[in-house]
Each structure stands twice: as structure tokens, then as C-alpha cells.
């Protein structure tokens, strides 16, 4: 079937990247990926995000990762739909956004640390006790999707409608409440690892060093889209679990 609606006028891939219904469609891979490895795999297991996701959802009883998943698909369906729509060439610019994601994880431990060596000895990070590699796995791509969905997609876009609100109220550029929209996203995103079930336990370099890493994909999210943020996200920690065995 083909297209039948007007080409996107926002050409480019820079503009195409960071258009929501292509970053969602983007992440199908991904969360294809994370579905199948978990059922076959590691059924138990569970992102921290999306366990929250799934016990909000919980009026649905058993069904509720069911609910979940019913409901990202139609997401995606939605998004594909809006992409035909628009003639928007989704092959390329989800391949081009996997591989610049791939970069982006790949730089994002050494760029945290950067942020955060004048403060703390970020090296102490690093620590951690061996597992084995299929939960790691399951949990990096989990860690991808449902943590950017829900701190960068979710609370970011959220909390930088809230403040830029607030800015204009002030007579001053709405951009401007993007700044603590990022701060705040950035420090709940990281507050969040260390509260509710199977938390870790507190430790101050750990806290800054994931905060500095929010802040980093917090601006990932903003000036390079979704899809982007989510695959950084995803190789970062697929890479940390890989070399720190």
C-alpha cells in the first residue's frame, strides 16, 4: 500500500529523528528484542520502571503486563501510522538513530565520569558483583526503553511543560524552564534506583554519577529524540554489564 498523504515538510534527518511517532517506531527492535530474550530467558525479571508501570496497571490484576504490552503496540501501530501519512523514510532514519544511540552509549560512561571527577571518585562506580549475562541483558534492554519512556518521554516532557509555563507567567522564554526541568528529571531518575523493591543501597557517588548520566540523556532527549536516547541508554548499560563481569 502506498502513502496517499503529504510529505513530511520537516525533511532531514535531524528533524525526522526527533519526531516522537519516529522514535517510537524506532524502538520496535528494541522492545521486540527485550519481549522475546525476558520470555525465553528470564521470565522473572523486570525493569524497575517497568514494574512500576505494570503495578500502576495492576486494577487489570494478572493481566496487566498483557495491558502493557497491548497498549506499546498500539503506541507503535499509531506511530507507523503517522509515518506512511507523512512519507517519512523510517528505514533509514531508524537505522541512522540505532547506530548514532550505539556512539552515544558507547561515550556516555566516559562523559558521566567527566561531569562528575571533580567531585567524586567516579571510579568506584564501576564496582560491582558478577551476574549472569542473560538477566543483564534483559535488564539493559528493559533499562532502554521503559526508564526513557518514563523519565525522559514521561517526566522530562512533563516537568519542561511545567516550568516553561512558569517562565512565561515570569515574562522570561519558556526555553528557559527547560534547565530545571532537566536538573529535577535528572535527580529523580537517579533517586528512583535507590527506593522501592530490590533498590540499591544509597551511596552519594552513585547517586551523582547516575544524575550527571540523566542530565546527559535528558539533553540526548531533547536535542536528538527519543529513539536516540532510548538505544544510548540500552548500549550503555549492555556495555558496562559486558566489561564489568
Known amino acids: 500500500m502506498r502513502p496517499s498523504g503529504p510529505p513530511d515538510p520537516a525533511r532531514g534527518y535531524l528533524n525526522w529523528s526527533r519526531d516522537p511517532a519516529v522514535g517510537l517506531f524506532a524502538v520496535l527492535p528494541l522492545w ?10 528470564t521470565p522473572a525479571e523486570r525493569n524497575g520502571a517497568a514494574m512500576l508501570v505494570t503495578d500502576t496497571l495492576s486494577a487489570f490484576g494478572p493481566n496487566s503486563s498483557t495491558v502493557l504490552r497491548a497498549t506499546m503496540a498500539l503506541m507503535i501501530l499509531v506511530a507507523a501510522w503517522s509515518i506512511l501519512r507523512r512519507r517519512v523514510p523510517w528505514a533509514r532514519v531508524a537505522l541512522v538513530s540505532m547506530l548514532e544511540g550505539t556512539f552515544y552509549g558507547l561515550m556516555l560512561g566516559p562523559a558521566t565520569g567527566a561531569l562528575t571527577v571533580f567531585v567524586l571518585d567516579w571510579q568506584q562506580v564501576w564496582l560491582m558483583v558478577g551476574r549472569d549475562i542473560a538477566p543483564d541483558i534483559v535488564s539493559s534492554l528493559g533499562a532502554g526503553i521503559f526508564e526513557e519512556a518514563l523519565f525522559r518521554l514521561g517526566l522530562l516532557s512533563v516537568c519542561a511543560l511545567a516550568f516553561g509555563g512558569l517562565a512565561r507567567a515570569m515574562g522570561i522564554s519558556p526555553r528557559a524552564g527547560l534547565v530545571p526541568a532537566l536538573l529535577v528529571s535528572a535527580v ?58
Open 32 to 41: 521486540l528484542a527485550y519481549e522475546l530474550l525476558r520470555l525465553q530467558l
Open 188 to 245: 529523580l531518575f537517579s533517586w528512583f534506583h535507590h527506593v522501592g523493591p530490590g533498590h540499591e543501597e544509597f551511596a552519594w557517588n552513585v547517586f551523582v554519577f547516575r544524575a550527571a548520566a540523566g542530565l546527559l540523556l535528558g539533553l540526548m532527549f531533547v536535542f536528538r529524540g527519543f529513539a536516540v536516547c532510548v538505544y544510548a541508554h540500552a548500549v550503555y548499560d549492555l556495555h558496562y554489564y559486558l566489561t564489568n563481569p
